[in-house]
């Protein structure tokens, strides 16, 4: 007969503690952007070999998914994310977490299931820990000081990871898809929000694409106890995201690709798709830990003497 009391799973699962604890130890969190169960899969199957502090070989793998609307572009072909729906992103959300027990899952916030009010963004946040199961470990949405109310509000009912500098959803509003940190008003506006969000009960932020310098003018204003990762942001962050079918080359940049990431190629012969993308991701996680990625040509720098010129006469915050 049963007791009704659940069977605890033997897999150590990532949760927010643990990420908390590999900042205070300064192992790098490795993220990538998923949409699938066999992908997600693979990617929590790419552990690696690397040399710890004192020298001794020790096992790492990947660490976190953030189910990104991103799928509008990556999967769905559509040309931005923009029309992404709660209910798709519930989908994606319940077939990445399929794919693994292990990982700390963000479910990402689509464009209009938190701008309205409060209520509408705690009521979609809270669709994703009701209806994907296991229930996703925290929502992620693009913030900037209009919304910070939003991260506050969410908080008090679940994680909430705070994505700042370019907001994809939001780029019309930026002038474009545009780098982040390169003057001084947006260095402001960057402290501005970035000291908001924790401040409302952000438990992670995500910084996209902003100058190297300014990230690490930035760094040393987060919480000990909040993660603050980067895509398209620079390196010496506490992790770092890529997007999975950027790394596997799936997705068709019209011109060059952006500078922000690797495209991973093949040394074997003779292996199949899912061989050559578990390499790709064991290529990646090995990278990213030991810090070999990003390296230099994947940042974006401001431009010679700029950031000199962008801290003239800068009062102390």
């Known amino acids: 007969m049963s007791s009704g009391i659940p069977i605890q799973s033997k897999i150590k699962r990532v949760s927010i503690l643990t990420l908390q604890n590999m900042k205070k130890r300064?192992?790098?969190?490795?993220?990538?952007?998923?949409?699938?169960?066999?992908?997600a899969r693979l990617f929590d199957q790419a552990r690696v070999q690397i040399a710890?502090?004192?020298g001794n070989e020790k096992e790492v793998g990947g660490d976190l998914i953030i189910v990104g609307d991103s799928a509008a572009m990556a999967v769905q072909g559509r040309q931005n994310t923009l029309p992404m729906t709660m209910d798709e992103m519930i989908r994606f959300c319940q077939a990445v977490r399929r794919?693994?027990?292990?990982?700390?899952?963000?479910?990402?916030?689509?464009?209009?299931?938190?701008e309205v009010s409060d209520e509408d963004a705690v009521r979609n946040a809270m669709r994703f820990m009701k209806e994907v199961e296991p229930a996703c470990d925290a929502v992620k949405l693009e913030t900037n000081m209009a919304y910070v109310r939003r991260i506050k509000a969410i908080a008090?009912?679940?994680?909430?990871?705070?994505?700042i500098g370019?907001?994809?959803?939001?780029?019309a509003m930026l002038g474009g898809y545009r780098t982040q940190g390169k003057t001084r008003a947006?260095?402001?506006e960057l402290k501005r929000v970035l000291d908001a969000v924790q401040e409302a009960g952000a438990c992670i932020i995500l910084?996209?694409?902003v100058t190297e310098e300014i990230m690490q003018i930035l760094k040393p204003r987060v919480n000990s106890e909040i993660p603050f990762m980067g895509i398209a942001a620079g390196r010496n962050l506490d992790g770092q995201l890529v997007i999975s079918s950027d790394l596997l080359g799936l997705y068709p940049w019209p011109g060059n690709p952006p500078v922000h990431f690797e495209q991973y190629r093949t040394e074997r012969q003779g292996i199949t798709v899912g061989e050559a993308t578990l390499d790709?991701?064991?290529?990646?996680?090995?990278a990213v830990k030991e810090k070999m990625f990003p390296r230099d040509k994947h940042v974006h720098h401001l431009p010679e003497g700029e950031l000199r010129h962008i801290l003239e006469n800068e009062s102390i915050e």
């Open 166 to 171: 370019l907001n994809p959803n939001k780029a």
């Open 52 to 54: 710890d502090g004192a």
């Open 99 to 114: 794919g693994t027990e292990r990982l700390f899952i963000v479910g990402d916030m689509p464009l209009g299931s938190y």
């Open 280 to 286: 790709a991701f064991k290529w990646y996680v090995k």
């Open 156 to 163: 008090d009912a679940c994680l909430v990871v705070a994505h």
């Open 186 to 188: 947006s260095l402001d």
């Open 207 to 209: 910084a996209e694409s």
């Open 26 to 39: 300064g192992e790098i969190i490795c993220a990538s952007s998923i949409y699938d169960a066999q992908t």
